[in-house]
């Protein structure tokens, strides 16, 4: 995996995952994009919760943007890494 180098696209995919992201947050607590790495066509974003739950709303939250990131961009596919709670 390597970081974007080029900053104004590692933005805009971030701004990009996020808008996604947030159409299905959870009622109780927030997720955010922090991160994004390349590793050929898939793109890893790193994900926060602002909650160290991690429950069936968290994972649904997750898988329902990868779905709709898969629409999104046909070249390339997304996968939501959450951060690991301590």
Known sequence: ???ISDVTMRSKLLQ???AV???YQPRKYRLSAV????????YHVVVE???EKRD??????LTSAEE??????????????????D
């Open 1 to 3: 995996m390597t970081e």
């Open 16 to 18: 990009t995952v996020q």
């Open 21 to 23: 992201v947030d159409k």
């Open 35 to 42: 991160d994004i790495f390349q590793d050929d066509d898939w």
């Open 49 to 51: 919760s602002s909650s």
């Open 56 to 61: 069936n709303e968290f994972y649904d939250s």
């Open 68 to 85: 709709e990131l898969a629409t999104i961009d046909h070249d390339h596919h997304f996968l939501l890494v959450p951060v690991i709670a």
